[in-house]
Each structure stands twice: as C-alpha cells, then as structure tokens.
C-alpha cells in the first residue's frame, strides 16, 4: 500500500462515519459539527487527486462560510430541542433501508467495472497541466472558457433562487 | 443582421447563438428594478404582468424569427444547439408561459395575491425550460432544469395564506431536490463511461468505444430516468403530483402541467434520441414500461376521482404516459409526435386550467364536477369551450388531441411496438369515463340552484385565453397539415448531427 492509499483510506472512513452521524444525530448543532468533519474529508480527497484549488474552496466555502450559516439558522431559529417524533415512521426507515441496499449493490457493480482506458486521464496528466498552469488557472480555464454558459446559467439560477427565498420570506406582503 | 454561422467555441458566437435566452435574462432584470419600486398595490403588479407579457412576445418573435433564419454552427454544437427542435419547444415553453401569465392577472386580483415576483419567477421558470429544450450539453441541461424547478417550487407556495399551498411547496422541493440528485448520478455516471457531457460526443464515444453493454453507462442511463420520471410524474415516480397540483395556485398547476412537463419531455427526448441512441435496446425497455403503467394508473386514479382540479392531476400523469409512448419509439415520426401533441397538450391543458379559474374559487381545491351543472344553459359559450378541451383530452375526432393521439398511435406502430399502441387507445377509452361526466353535467344536468353560475363569468385576458386556445385546438383538429409538417421537419432534426456536423 502506498502512502495515498493510506491516507485515501482514512478520509474514507472518516467520511462515511461523519456522514452517518451528521444524519443521526438528534440535536442539529452535532450534526452541523459532523457535516463540517465530513467536508475536512472530502477536501483531503480532492487533495488526493491533485485538485488542490478545489480542497482549499471546499475548506473555506463548504466546511467555512456555509458551515457558520447552517450554525447562524440554527440558533436563530432554536430548533436545539428536538423531540423524537419528528424521525420517520418504520414504512420511511424501510424505503431508505431498500434505497440504500440498491444504492450499495450500484456501488459494488460500478466497482467492479470503472470507466474503460480509453476515457482516464494518465496518471501524472494533471499535477502536469497544474504545473503548467498553475492550480487556479486550471480551473479558471475550463470555467470562463470551456464551461462559460453553465457559469452563466449557474449565476441566474441563484438570482432565481434568491427571489424565491425573498418572496417566501420577506415579512410583509 | 444575423451571422449565417457562429462559431460556438467562442464566447461572441455563444452570445449570437443564445439571443432570445439573454434578451429574456435581461427583462427580467430590468423588471426586477421595476418590482423594487413598484410592488405595493395590485396596479403595480399588473403593470408587472403586463411587462412579462411584453417580454415574453418579444422572445417569442426572436425565437421565431431564429427558427427562420438561425445561424449554423461551425463545427460542433457546444453548450447549445442551433437546430429546429429547440427553437420549437421554446416557441411551446413560451407560449405556455403567456397563457399562464395572461390567466394569473384577473386570478391574482380576484385571490387577493400580491406578490409581484410571481410573474419573475415564471420569466425564469421559462429560462430554464429553454435551456433544457435547447442545451447541447448534460451540463446546460441539468442547469436548465435546476433553474426551473427552483423557480416552480416557490410559485407552488405563492399563495401564503394557504397550507396545502404551503405542503404543495414543501412537497414538490424535497421530492424534485431528490429526483434532481438521481438525474446528477446518472449525468456523472455518463460522464465517467464516455469522459464527455457534449450530447454528439456522447454519442460519437459510445459508438467509437463499443460502450453498449458498458455496466456504468447503463448505470448512468438508469439513473437518469429515474430522475426525469420524477420530473414528468411518470409511474411510480408520480406520488407527488396529485397534492401538488391541487394544492397550487390554479394558474401555476397550468403552468406546471403544461410547461414544466413539456420542458422534461424536451430534455429527455433530446437526451436520449441525440446522445443515448447506440443505446436504444436498453432504454427503450425501461421507457416501455414506464408508459404503459403510466398510462394505465394514470386514468384509473383519474376515474375516482369527483374534484376537478385532482381529476385534471391525474389526467396529466395519463398524459405523461401517452408522450412517453413517442419517447418509446425514438424515431423521427416519435419525435415530430412529441413536438405535436406538446403543444395541443399545453392548448388544451392551460384553456381546461383557465376555465377551473373562471367556475372556481378559493384556490379551486373543492370545485366539484357537480359545480359544472347546468353551464350549458347559463354560460353556452364558457360550456362549449369547456367541451372542446374535454374532448380534446379525451382524444375525440374533430380536435386537435384526436390528431396527436393518431400521430403518436403511428408512431409506436411504425416501431413496432403494438403492445403499447393497444395499451394507449384501451387507456383512452377509460378515460372517457371521467372527461365526459363533465359535458354531462353541463348540458344535461339542471344547475343546482337559480343563482348558480352567476357570478361565473370570464373577464379579460382570461377570455382571450380560453377563446384563442379552444379555436386553435378545433382549428389543428381538422387542419393540421401547417403544424404536423413543421414538427416532421423539426422531429428530423433532431437525429445525432454527427455525420453532418463532420462533413462541414
């Protein structure tokens, strides 16, 4: 085992577990805290995969700034008092026990097989071209350039998104 | 005036080639500005409304004018497609939205609503859906409908005063962010097996490589219809539908049923006819299935049901499983079916909608079928219209949804897919069991007391509405030839462009 797959393997495990205990966990606070281990983690992933600008976005945006705003609507609204009715019935328990058997077995298959040769990038393609461009400009190069209209779309998306939170928040009609 | 080619891996042809998107983009912008200043009385939302109407006929002449003499890509199609079939469901989408916001002005008022934002919030809506009819990319498209949804999810919950609005709202956010999440595996899941998201080069990979029997392409595949099943509220991903339906505002449910769904069959049919077809034998199964459970379940539920706007719910999920059997079939005639009956669907969907408006109050939850009685006497022209759309619902001779129905009935044929054609006239005969108790109740039945269907009267845009889209649906009903050659031509379209696009 090479030492990325050690460190791949204990993200990994540190993911998963945080992920099902942010999902758990009763008191919303604690599950807030386990959402920001679970992006720690995936950001050491990225890192792992040489997309180094996308880990430290994923630090500062994901595990930062929206981490402090699910804390910030917490608080405000004071939901720490949790009673146990609000977790689903046993019918909800065993359609997300059937999902998550389907979901797994997809998992399992897709393991197995993996994308053919043909579409992987060569191993040392991208600290390659991160050398060459450096870790920011990679990716501002696919944005503005390759992807330019989904930018666009994205940022009138969460002008939609922005209007509709106003209108069904805003206190007076 | 317009270049005869753009080149669309450069960001000028890209702001030739999405003129009617940003122009749209724009007013919507500029009428954000106007709602900052004037929102407080229903005057300012009216003049609202009417500045969407404007902006929408001006997009609507763009992408005509662009249907007529668009430019042509210089090599492949990026991001966005420059072909017939984009340019005719965003003339649907468009004309959806007008019906619907022409149908909101007097209902807004009458309900006491007054939240300007709703007529942004359709704007946007109806970027979206252009987008999803028109993207040349997985990515573009899944945009396209994230940016619909958004939108339609909070025009479910417009009304605040209403809680089955608000559960409507709730509703279709949790289920749509759910069914949006399975439609990203699956794009991922394509993505990894074919290392593009360009839908020609999908199809160029697959064909290159030999993917067809690739496990995480199927994967993918699976995913995605899972996911746009939801979006059209195909069987038995449909649960969502009846409570959202009727717990929206009328005008929205129209909006919905009309052109979200039209938007979603755009998308699917684009993805799977222009990228996925090497993979027809697997797609073609599952999509088989789905339209005939969707049709069945559909109109049996329907006949239950003795509240209007529900039966209308479930009358669009019957009607998803017909577009579904065009779907199936994934020919050009399939396509030109889809093209045809999306646009008789939203004529007749949004004029059936507009006359619930007019006959109901309150948000029109308990508008029974009862309510109907006697219109025929007291209303004769509101009746005649609302048998015109009935009948055309039902598929009757004469109307325009006789027409489509044939249309896709040809279509399934054609591939040889008797089976379903069967399943799709059985499933129409049963629905005659609940469209036509309506034209009972109108003309046969007494009205329940003497100042029944007085205050029933259709008042200004609302009467244009139901007037121009039971004439058009009589009008493609005996004349169709016009509109059945152009959505031939545009269906043609449609078929990977991969030889042509290579050759130039």
Not at chain 2, 166 to 190: D, H, Q, T, V
Not at chain 2, 396 to 418: E, R
Request: glycine fraction near 8%.
């Amino acid at each position: 085992m090479t030492h990325v797959e050690i460190v791949f393997w204990i993200t990994a495990v540190v993911a998963i577990a945080s992920a099902f205990l942010c999902i758990t966990r009763r008191s919303p606070v604690a599950s807030a805290l386990w959402l920001v281990s679970t992006m720690f983690a995936l950001a050491v992933m990225f890192l792992l995969l040489d997309a180094h600008f996308i880990a430290a976005m994923q630090v500062l945006v994901y595990a930062g700034a929206i981490m402090v705003l699910f804390l910030f609507v917490i608080m405000l609204l004071n939901v720490g008092r949790a009673s146990s009715s609000d977790m689903v019935g046993w019918v909800g328990r065993l359609v997300m026990a059937a999902i998550a058997v389907v979901l797994a077995a997809e998992l399992w298959v897709l393991s197995r097989a993996g994308p053919s040769a043909d579409v992987r990038l060569g191993a040392e393609s991208v600290s390659q071209l991160a050398a060459e461009q450096g870790a920011v400009g990679m990716i501002g190069e696919s944005l503005f350039r390759v992807f330019l209209v989904p930018f666009e779309i994205t940022s009138v998306l969460l002008l939609a998104a922005i209007v509709g939170a106003v209108v069904l928040a805003k206190r007076r009609l | 005036m317009i270049p005869a080619y753009v080149d669309l891996s450069e960001a000028s042809g890209l702001l030739v080639a999405l003129l009617p998107e940003v122009f749209l983009t724009g007013w919507v912008l500029l009428l954000l500005l106007v709602v900052a200043w004037q929102h407080r009385s229903a005057e300012d939302q009216q003049l609202v409304g009417r500045l969407s109407l404007a902006g929408l006929v001006v997009t609507l002449a763009l992408v005509i004018l662009y249907w007529l003499r668009g430019p042509e890509p210089e090599g492949l199609e990026l991001m966005i497609a420059l072909d017939g079939f984009r340019y005719a469901t965003a003339a649907v989408f468009l004309i959806g939205a007008i019906l619907a916001v022409a149908i909101s002005m007097h209902y807004l008022r009458r309900e006491s609503i007054l939240v300007p934002e709703y007529y942004l919030l359709i704007l946007l809506a109806t970027i979206g859906m252009m987008f999803m009819g028109g993207g040349a990319d997985l990515v573009v498209i899944f945009l396209g409908l994230e940016l619909m949804s958004v939108a339609v999810y909070v025009l479910a919950g417009i009304n605040r005063r209403s809680i089955f609005a608000a559960e409507a709202a709730l509703k279709y956010f949790l289920l749509g962010a759910f069914a949006s999440a399975f439609l990203l595996y699956g794009i991922a899941l394509i993505y990894g097996a074919t290392g593009t998201t360009n839908l020609t080069l999908v199809y160029v990979q697959i064909s290159a490589m030999g993917l067809q029997t690739d496990v995480m392409l199927i994967a993918g595949i699976a995913m995605l219809l899972v996911g746009f099943g939801f979006k059209v509220a195909a069987v038995p991903f449909h649960m969502w539908t009846p409570d959202v339906y009727d717990g929206a505002p009328t005008p929205v449910t129209a909006f919905m049923a009309a052109a979200v769904k039209a938007a979603a069959f755009a998308a699917l049919m684009r993805i799977l006819v222009q990228a996925l077809a090497p993979m027809d034998s697997v797609w073609t199964e599952a999509v088989w299935w789905l339209a005939a459970i969707t049709m069945v379940v559909g109109n049996v539920i329907a006949l239950a049901q003795r509240r209007l706007k529900r039966m209308l719910a479930y009358s669009s999920i019957g009607h998803a499983g017909y577009l579904l059997v065009a779907v199936t079939s994934g020919t050009d005639l399939g396509t030109a079916a889809l093209l045809y009956y999306v646009l008789v669907y939203t004529l007749m969907t949004v004029g059936a909608f507009a006359i619930l408006t007019v006959v109901g109050r309150g948000g029109e939850r308990d508008t029974r079928i009862d309510d109907f009685n006697g219109l025929g006497s007291r209303r004769p022209w509101l009746a005649f219209a609302m048998t015109v759309f009935m009948l055309s619902l039902l598929g009757f001779p004469g109307t325009a949804g006789f027409i489509g129905k044939w249309y896709i009935l040809s279509a399934a044929v054609q591939a040889d897919q008797f089976k379903l054609a069967v399943v799709l006239v059985g499933a129409s005969i049963l629905s005659a069991g609940y469209y036509l108790p309506v034209i009972m109740a109108m003309y046969m039945k007494d009205p329940v007391s003497d100042t029944a269907h007085v205050e029933t009267r259709a008042v200004g845009a609302v009467r244009w509405v139901i007037g121009v889209t039971a004439m058009l649906l009589l009008l493609f009903g005996v004349w169709p030839n016009a509109v059945l050659d152009l959505a031939k031509e545009e269906g043609r379209q449609l078929r990977p462009a991969v030889l042509v696009t290579v050759s130039r």
